[in-house]
């Protein structure tokens, strides 16, 4: 296989990577990597519930909270676009060829690579946070052109307050594709938790002095958090400032993430319109879609993205073609992990999405009546998250052969069928913004439906390697602990005090006879993924601790 721009040929596996595979057991060396991964999540979807707590408690849910979230997207939208979406499509797959055992030529080269990403990027990254500042006031309407004056004039602050975040956000991407390569997953897993953790700081302490502008100031503070967490583990990389954008390798990562662009770029717009859209339908909509949308993605970060990204590298030093068995072995591996974690959880949340929203919401100014359409807004969006979930390692299957050009059509094809859909149901149907949210969660089905469908054509069909046989006994499991939970659910609701202690209850006394119900018959049926999942974390967990 060559590179697309033809400079010279892509190095091959690396050295040492079939003995390392060998070496870590295959799958536990795959669940240990997601692992680490999955405590980083966990500790940062923990502060990340605090996080939102925090905010909501402080804040509630209004026009001025909505014109945040609606800002908050920014920073997001420019670090998927500039770092995000070249990350696992171009930065991972090509630095894993620079490390391992490659000797100090190697080394050398992986230091001078590095030195021009982040001499190159760091320019974008201000020219573009410019750009921003001088363009907030016209920016504001393009996301909420369905607020008032003032709201518009709020809108228009709060961005000129969070696009600095770009350059923080940008570099600390940067130091995450170093460390993914490198496969030292501890230092990534550290930057979200470190980022809630300043966030929660930051709001803690200034809300009181610069009232809705803390919270775009309190990103600032958390993006400095996440960096800082990343530079230990960039000790012994010798960087220095050289601009060579004609580099070999950055032609190679810009031929890699050019068709990315254009995919992201939609992406971006269609989260654009739907924020523009949720700000006609209701002030306090955006808000609502929001903390559904956190919860929605809470086992999405801890389950789908933890285990992808474990993959990422050992799929990149991997040729499908040279050796289908062996990838789709390592592939089908991983997707199963995702399968038996994301079933059960998208079935706890749909039974307990109510106490849950109580217990962390529905306190200080966030009303009854703000949990209750962010409820509604939550069931709606889990009719996605299964295939959201088995979404995100087919995407990164064909980012680790280095096809970046056929995801993008996919992704292109959902946008569209979005696009089609979310006005219809949001606006001619009346069915407001939960017409937006079930757009959404058609979106998903759409691009995971046909993932698959192409993956299939491309590689041959997952048949004989479990996948089938994972979803079967993780779906009857996750039914079974459904019940569980829900005969719980009903035998607590009138016998627990009302209010916080009363929600805490309900979502925890449930949940946790489900987890020991779903693991019983994970073992009943002989479910090896998630066996292999507990026994990476009993091994990791003494480690660390020792």
């Known amino acids: ?94 630095l894993s060829e620079y490390t391992g055992e490659q000797g100090e030529d190697r080394r050398t080269e992986l230091d001078d690579v590095m030195s021009i990403l982040l001499t190159i990027s760091l320019v974008v990254f201000v020219v573009v946070t410019g750009s921003l500042l001088l363009g907030a006031r016209w920016i504001a309407p393009l996301l909420v052109g369905g607020f008032d004056e003032s709201l518009l004039e709020t809108t228009a602050i709060l961005l000129r307050l969070i696009v600095p975040s770009v350059i923080i956000y940008g570099i600390s991407g940067m130091l995450q594709a170093y460390h993914y390569a490198r496969k030292a997953f501890v230092y990534p897993s550290m930057g979200a938790p470190a980022h809630n953790l300043g966030i929660i700081v930051a709001v803690w302490l200034l809300s009181g002095r610069f009232d809705i502008r803390s919270l775009s100031l309190s990103i600032l503070v958390g993006a400095l958090f996440q960096l800082a967490v990343q530079l230990p583990g960039a000790r012994g990389l010798h960087l220095r400032w050289r601009w060579d954008w004609r580099h070999p390798v950055i032609r190679r990562i810009g031929a890699l993430y050019a068709p990315v662009i254009l995919s992201i770029v939609i992406q971006n717009l269609g989260v654009i319109i739907d924020r523009n859209l949720a700000s006609r339908t209701a002030p306090e909509a955006i808000t609502w879609m929001s903390k559904a949308t956190f919860l929605n993605q809470l086992p999405l970060g801890l389950v789908s993205m933890a285990i992808s990204l474990a993959v990422l590298p050992t799929l990149s030093q991997m040729d499908a073609a040279l050796s289908p068995d062996a990838f789709k072995r390592t592939f089908s591996r991983g997707l199963r992990l995702v399968i038996v974690l994301i079933i059960p959880a998208g079935m706890g949340l749909l039974l307990l999405g109510k106490p849950v929203i109580e217990l962390i919401f529905q306190h200080g100014v966030f009303t009854a009546e703000d949990a209750a359409r962010s409820l509604d807004a939550l069931r709606v969006y889990l009719a996605g998250l299964p295939f959201a979930a088995i979404d995100l390692p087919l995407v990164f299957a064909f980012y680790a052969q280095k096809d970046t050009r056929t995801p993008v059509m996919v992704g292109i094809i959902s946008v569209v069928i979005y696009l089609v859909i979310a006005p219809l149901l949001a606006f001619v149907l009346e069915w407001g913004f939960l017409g937006l949210v079930a757009a959404n969660s058609l979106q998903q089905i759409s691009h995971a439906g046909i993932m698959l469908v192409v993956f299939a054509r491309r590689y041959g069909t997952l048949r004989g390697f479990g996948v089938l046989r994972s979803t079967a006994q993780a779906g009857v499991a996750a039914v079974a602990m459904g019940l569980v939970v829900y005969g719980a659910y009903r035998l607590l609701g009138s016998r627990v005090p009302a209010g916080l202690a009363g929600s805490a209850l309900l979502a925890a006394i449930p949940a946790s006879l489900g987890v020991g119900c779903y693991l019983l018959l994970a073992r009943f049926l002989g479910m090896s993924d998630l066996t292999a999942v507990l026994g990476a974390f009993a091994r990791f967990l003494p480690r660390r601790s020792g």
């Open 1 to 94: 296989m060559t590179i697309a721009d033809g400079s010279s040929p892509r190095p091959g596996p690396l050295p040492g990577a079939e003995e390392r595979e060998s070496q870590t057991g295959g799958g536990t060396g795959l669940a240990r990597a997601a692992g680490i991964n999955s405590l980083g999540n966990v500790a940062s979807r923990l502060l990340g519930v605090l996080r939102e707590s925090v905010i909501s408690t402080r804040f509630g849910a209004s026009g001025a909270t909505s014109a945040f979230d609606a800002v908050s997207a920014v920073p997001k939208m420019v670090y998927e676009l500039l770092v995000g979406g070249m990350l696992s499509a171009a930065l991972v797959p090509v």
